[in-house]
């Protein structure tokens, strides 16, 4: 297995995924619509502009390489537009994937790695979260992440596709060496923007409630560097023959808002602004992994336990992003 399809390789866990891939010997073909993604995040030596809807473009990729494996980012993520305009989720999210599926399918490509989440869980019933907990996502960015677990499922018995599906708890992060980062536009997630807080180019952070029933009143979350995403794909492509199935990628280790501002504070040798407000619907209180699994199948464990070190490589980023 040489030639990886990486869909979706411009985003920010697609484009760490592809330097880890390449640093391990693999050549990327780097597909991807740039609508969310960055063409300066790509250093694969092959891009493709194509889209998920646009069957045409994706075939003619598969047309002009020989792929042996596709990695599959290429989704929208935002939970509140996916409850405002759940159209734009289910098509591209789901009816693109099946699109994808049928391209890789007519050219007898039957291993795909995906990015999924644990938005896939919905409220949780125990902690930490481990790959039985029952599937019940409360919002339309995880059913469609849902639907398609459930689509590879059948493919896989009746085709013969052989995939595995990583449940992300929250990303983090960036390369170590400052290259490429995270660069979402709007930015929704806590990290970035309590950096950007800290650099002034926002007034402050906005805490989303602080009456939760934890230790210091903010929601818990496993914060997992996107390095260690990125390795985690590579191993689950290359046991994709011995393991098929589902996996949660997080370290385990629950994070509240405060503790992330305090660690930022640290990291910056500089003050956070923050505002407390009220709670953000469809937040739960806590979300932490059971990653044994993701242990034990894929042989991986996560490098970055120690959140100052995951804020290090983010605020690195921040001040000298590149795009
Ligand atoms: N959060 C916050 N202020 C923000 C953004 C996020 O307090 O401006 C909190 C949010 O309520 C959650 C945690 O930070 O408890 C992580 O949120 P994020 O949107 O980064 O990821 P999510 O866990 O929602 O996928």
């Known amino acids: 297995m040489k030639n990886i399809l990486v869909m979706g390789g411009a985003g920010y866990i697609g484009s760490h995924t592809v330097r880890h891939l390449q640093e391990h010997g693999y050549g990327c073909i780097v597909a991807d619509n740039l609508i969310y993604g960055h063409r300066e995040a790509v250093s694969a030596s092959s891009f493709e502009l194509a889209d998920l809807a646009d069957k045409a473009s994706l075939k003619a990729v598969f047309d002009k390489y020989r792929i042996d494996a596709v990695v599959h980012f290429a989704a929208f993520t935002y939970v509140g537009e996916s409850v405002e305009n759940p159209r734009k989720y289910y098509e591209n999210n789901v009816v693109g994937t099946l ?31 481990d790959e039985k907990h029952p599937q019940a996502p409360i ?17 896989g018995r009746a085709y013969g596709l052989k995939y595995t599906a990583l449940r992300y708890f929250n990303a983090a992060g960036a390369s170590k060496d400052g290259q490429i980062g995270e660069s979402h536009n709007p930015e929704t997630h806590l990290i970035p923007l309590v950096l950007k807080a800290i650099k002034g180019e926002r007034d402050c952070i906005k805490v989303f409630g602080t009456d939760y029933d934890t230790p210091d009143g903010t929601c818990l979350r496993d914060y997992v560097h996107v390095e260690d995403l990125a390795a985690a794909h590579r191993l689950a492509l290359e046991k994709l023959d011995e393991f098929q199935g589902f996996l949660n990628l997080g ?34 209180a806590v979300l932490y992994a059971a ?12 490098g970055y336990t120690d959140i100052e070190e995951i804020i290090r490589t983010a605020w690195n980023w921040e001040m000298n992003r590149k795009f």
Not at 291 to 302: H, S, T
Request: proline share 7%; aromatic share 10%.
């Open 99 to 129: 699109n994808l599926l049928d391209v890789m399918l007519d050219h007898d490509v039957k291993k795909i790695v995906f990015s999924s989440t644990c938005a896939t869980y919905g409220n949780p019933q125990y902690m930490p979260l």
């Open 251 to 284: 370290t385990g280790i629950p994070t509240s808002v405060l503790e992330i501002i305090r660690a930022a504070e640290k990291v910056s040798g500089r003050k956070c602004p923050v505002v407390y407000e009220k709670r953000r619907a469809g937040d739960p």
């Open 291 to 302: 990653n044994e699994e993701a242990r034990r199948v894929l042989g991986w464990k996560p």
């Open 139 to 155: 919002n339309p960015y995880g059913r469609s992440k849902f639907v398609i677990e459930k689509i590879f499922e059948d493919y």
